[in-house]
C-alpha cells in the first residue's frame, strides 16, 4: 500500500507575527540612532540621519504596531499612512514611501503569502526610488533595490527564515557596495547612512525570526577612525548657502498630484527632494534656501500642515564639535544672527499664524515679512508654542553629538513654550536634558543664551553653567516701550479700557519683565516724543550705573529708533557689548510696530 502524502498548508504571514517582526527591527534602528548619525556624510554631512530615521519609526511604535491587529494588510496600511505622518529627513521620507509602494501592491488580505509579499516589497522599492526627483545610487535606494530583487518566491519557499537570510545578505553586499558608489562615503570611510539604517531595520526583522529578544543598544561596528573621519568631513558643509534649509511638511488633501509637486518643487532649485505618500496624504521634504517659498509652493497642491525646518548649517558644527554642552533656545530670544553662528547656539521656531496659514517665526516668515503682514492683514497674528515633537527631534539630534544640553527658554508665566520642551525632554533622555526658564523673553533671554552658549563653549559642566544662569538670572532686566497698545488690547493682552484711557492721556506704556517671569506695566511717558533718549534715560536710572553692561536693543520695524536708542544707552551707561536686532512676533504681535525693547545683563568679568 502506497504512502498517502500529507499536504503541507502553504505559508502565510499575519498580522500578529508581522508587527512583532516590525518592532524588533524599529527598535534596531533606534538602538543604532548615534551611530548613524555619526557616519551621516550624504547627501549633507549633517549627522542626523540617526536621528530622523529613529524619529521617523518612532511614529510607528506609538501608531500601527501600538495595536495589536490580526489583518496583515491592515497593519501594512497603517504602517504606510504613520510613516507619512512620522517622517523625517531624507532617508525618513524615502523609507516612508517604501512602506506605502508596499501596502498598496500587499492589499488588505488578512494573511499574505510569500509570493505576494515579495511583489509588495518590490511595488515599495520602485515606489521609493520614484519619490526622488534626483534618485542617487549608492544609497539606501540601492540597498532596498538589492533586498527586493533577492526574495525570490517564483520557486515557492517552503521555509520562511533561509529566504530572508538570503535577501538580508544581498543587502549587506549592496551596503558594503555604497562607498564604491559614491566618492563622498569612500573619502569618510564610511557606508551610506540610511542604508546602514535600513540593513538594521532588516536585521532587528530577523533577529525576531532566529526567535532573540530585541536589544535596546549594540556596539557599533565601526572603527572610531572611520566615526572620525566622518565627522571632520563634516566641517566641508559650511560652505554651502544655496541649500540651507533641510526643510519639510505634510500635505493633505484629495487627489494630490505627486509628480506635479515634484516638478514644482524641483523648479525652486531646490536639492534632496523627495515626495512621500499616496493620493490624499503626501510628505515633502527638500534643502532650500527659503523655507516660506516651498510651504508656499507645496500650498499650491494641497492643505500644509506639519512645517519644519532644520538648519544644516548649525547642525554640520554640532556633528562636527561635538563634545561639550549644547545650548538650545527659542525664536523669542532676540539671538543676533553673528552671536547664533559664533556660538552654535541653536534654535527651534515658535508657530506664527496668520487666519489659516501657519509659519515657522524666523523661518517659514521672516521678522521683515511679520510686520509687513501686520500692518495689512485684517486678521490678528496669533503666536503658539512649538510642539513637543519639535523639541524632542531638536533634543534626539543634539544628544547623539554632545553628552548633554541646556535649554534656555522663554518665561513659563507667559508661555507654554517651555512645558512643551518638558514634555519632549521626559520623553527622551531626561537626565541630559536641562530645561531652564529664563523668566525673560526678547534680549533677556537671549543674553542668558549667549552666556549659557560661552560657558558651554570653554567646557564647562552642565551644572557649572546652569549655576551661573541661577546667579545671572535676577541681574538680566528686559523692559518695552509701546507707542501704540492697540495690538495688545485686540490680542486681550491689556484691558479694553486701558486703550482709550491712554489715547486721552498721552501717554506710552513701559513695560518689564518681573522677577516672576511675568511682563508687567511698569511705567508711562507723557507724549510719543524722543522716545529711546527718554526710554535709554529711564532705564540708566533703575541700573547699578557703576556696573558695566551688555545691551541688547531690540525694535519693532524701527531700526533707527534702535539704533538711537543704543547710542543713547551707550552714553549712559558703560557698556561693554551691544546689537541691535529685529525683535520677532512674541513681542511683536502684542507691542505693535515701533515697539522698543531694552536688555541689559552684568557683562563677564
Known amino acids: 500500500m502506497s504512502a498517502v502524502p500529507i499536504a503541507v498548508p502553504p505559508l502565510r504571514i499575519r498580522g500578529p507575527a508581522l508587527r512583532r517582526a516590525l518592532i524588533s527591527g524599529v527598535r534596531r534602528v533606534i538602538a543604532q540612532r548615534e551611530t548613524l548619525n555619526r557616519i551621516n556624510v550624504f547627501p549633507v554631512p549633517d549627522g542626523d540621519t540617526g536621528s530622523n530615521l529613529a524619529f521617523t519609526l518612532s511614529g510607528l511604535l506609538t501608531g500601527a504596531l501600538s495595536r495589536r491587529t490580526a489583518s496583515a494588510g491592515e497593519l501594512l496600511h497603517r504602517v504606510g499612512e504613520d510613516a507619512v505622518d512620522s517622517a523625517r529627513g531624507n532617508s525618513g521620507a524615502i523609507l516612508a514611501q517604501f512602506f506605502t509602494g508596499l501596502a498598496e501592491a500587499a492589499g488588505r488580505h488578512g494573511a499574505i503569502d510569500p509570493a505576494a509579499l515579495a511583489q509588495a516589497i518590490r511595488a515599495g522599492a520602485a515606489s521609493a526610488r520614484q519619490a526622488l526627483a534626483e534618485p542617487k545610487e549608492g544609497t539606501i535606494l540601492s540597498v532596498i533595490h538589492a533586498f527586493a530583487e533577492a526574495l525570490d518566491a517564483r520557486h515557492g519557499v517552503s521555509e520562511l527564515r533561509p529566504w530572508f537570510q538570503s535577501a538580508l545578505a544581498r543587502a549587506r553586499q549592496a551596503l558594503a557596495n555604497t562607498p564604491n558608489q559614491l566618492p563622498v562615503l569612500q573619502k569618510a570611510g564610511v557606508v551610506d547612512a540610511g542604508a546602514q539604517g535600513f540593513v538594521d531595520l532588516l536585521e532587528g526583522i530577523d533577529e525576531f525570526m532566529r526567535g532573540g529578544r530585541p536589544t535596546d543598544d549594540r556596539q557599533?561596528?565601526?572603527?572610531?577612525?572611520?566615526?572620525?573621519?566622518?565627522?571632520?568631513?563634516?566641517?566641508?558643509f559650511e560652505g554651502d548657502p544655496e541649500h540651507r534649509w533641510c526643510s519639510e511638511c505634510l500635505l493633505i488633501g484629495e487627489g494630490l498630484d505627486r509628480a506635479g509637486l515634484r516638478a514644482a518643487v524641483s523648479d525652486l532649485g531646490a536639492s534632496c527632494v523627495v515626495v512621500a505618500g499616496s493620493h490624499s496624504r503626501l510628505r515633502l521634504h527638500a534643502h532650500v534656501s527659503d523655507p516660506k517659498a516651498l510651504f508656499e509652493t507645496a500650498a499650491r497642491f494641497g492643505r500644509v500642515e506639519a512645517t519644519k525646518a532644520d538648519d544644516m548649517h548649525a547642525q554640520a558644527r554640532s556633528a562636527a564639535a561635538g563634545g561639550g554642552v549644547a545650548v538650545v533656545t527659542d525664536s523669542a530670544a532676540d539671538l543676533p544672527d553673528e552671536a547664533a553662528r559664533r556660538l552654535n547656539i541653536h534654535m527651534i521656531p515658535v508657530r506664527v499664524g496668520f487666519g489659516d496659514q501657519d509659519y515657522l517665526d524666523k523661518v517659514g516668515l521672516t521678522t521683515a515679512e511679520f510686520y509687513r503682514k501686520l500692518r495689512t492683514e485684517l486678521v490678528l497674528p496669533r503666536t503658539s508654542q512649538p510642539p513637543p515633537g519639535d523639541f524632542r527631534r531638536q533634543f534626539e539630534f543634539l544628544l547623539s553629538h554632545h553628552p548633554s544640553?541646556?535649554?534656555?527658554?522663554?518665561?513659563?508665566?507667559?508661555?507654554?513654550?517651555?512645558?512643551?520642551?518638558?514634555?519632549?525632554?521626559?520623553r527622551g533622555h531626561p537626565e541630559r536634558t536641562r530645561i531652564f526658564d529664563s523668566a525673560n523673553g526678547a534680549g533677556g533671554q537671549a543674553l542668558l543664551a549667549i552666556t549659557a552658549a560661552e560657558w558651554a563653549q570653554r567646557g564647562e559642566s552642565v551644572d557649572a553653567i546652569l549655576a551661573e544662569l541661577e546667579r545671572l538670572k535676577p541681574l538680566t532686566l528686559t523692559w518695552a516701550v509701546a507707542r501704540d497698545i492697540g495690538h495688545a488690547v485686540r490680542g486681550g493682552r491689556?484691558?479694553?479700557?486701558?486703550?482709550?484711557?491712554?489715547?486721552?492721556?498721552?501717554?506710552?506704556?513701559?513695560?518689564r519683565f518681573g522677577a516672576d517671569g511675568k511682563l508687567k506695566m511698569a511705567g508711562a511717558f507723557l507724549g510719543g516724543k524722543r522716545i529711546p533718549e527718554r526710554f535709554a534715560r529711564y532705564v540708566a536710572q533703575r541700573?547699578?550705573?557703576?556696573?558695566?553692561?551688555?545691551?541688547?536693543?531690540?525694535?519693532?520695524?524701527?531700526?533707527?529708533?534702535?539704533?538711537?536708542?543704543?547710542?543713547?544707552?551707550?552714553?549712559?551707561?558703560?557698556?561693554?557689548?551691544?546689537?541691535?536686532?529685529?525683535?520677532?512676533?512674541?513681542?511683536?504681535?502684542?507691542?505693535?510696530?515701533?515697539?522698543?525693547?531694552?536688555?541689559?545683563?552684568p557683562a563677564p568679568k
Open 405 to 426: 544640553l541646556v535649554y534656555v527658554g522663554l518665561a513659563r508665566a507667559v508661555s507654554g513654550t517651555l512645558q512643551s520642551a518638558e514634555t519632549a525632554a521626559q
Open 220 to 236: 557599533a561596528e565601526e572603527d572610531s577612525g572611520d566615526l572620525e573621519a566622518a565627522q571632520a568631513h563634516g566641517e566641508l
Open 543 to 601: 541700573v547699578d550705573r557703576s556696573q558695566r553692561w551688555r545691551l541688547l536693543i531690540g525694535h519693532c520695524d524701527a531700526y533707527d529708533d534702535g539704533v538711537a536708542l543704543q547710542r543713547a544707552l551707550q552714553n549712559e551707561l558703560d557698556c561693554s557689548e551691544s546689537w541691535v536686532v529685529e525683535t520677532g512676533p512674541a513681542v511683536g504681535a502684542h507691542a505693535g510696530p515701533g515697539a522698543l525693547v531694552a536688555g541689559l545683563q
Open 494 to 511: 491689556i484691558p479694553r479700557w486701558a486703550k482709550p484711557v491712554v489715547s486721552a492721556l498721552g501717554l506710552t506704556p513701559i513695560a
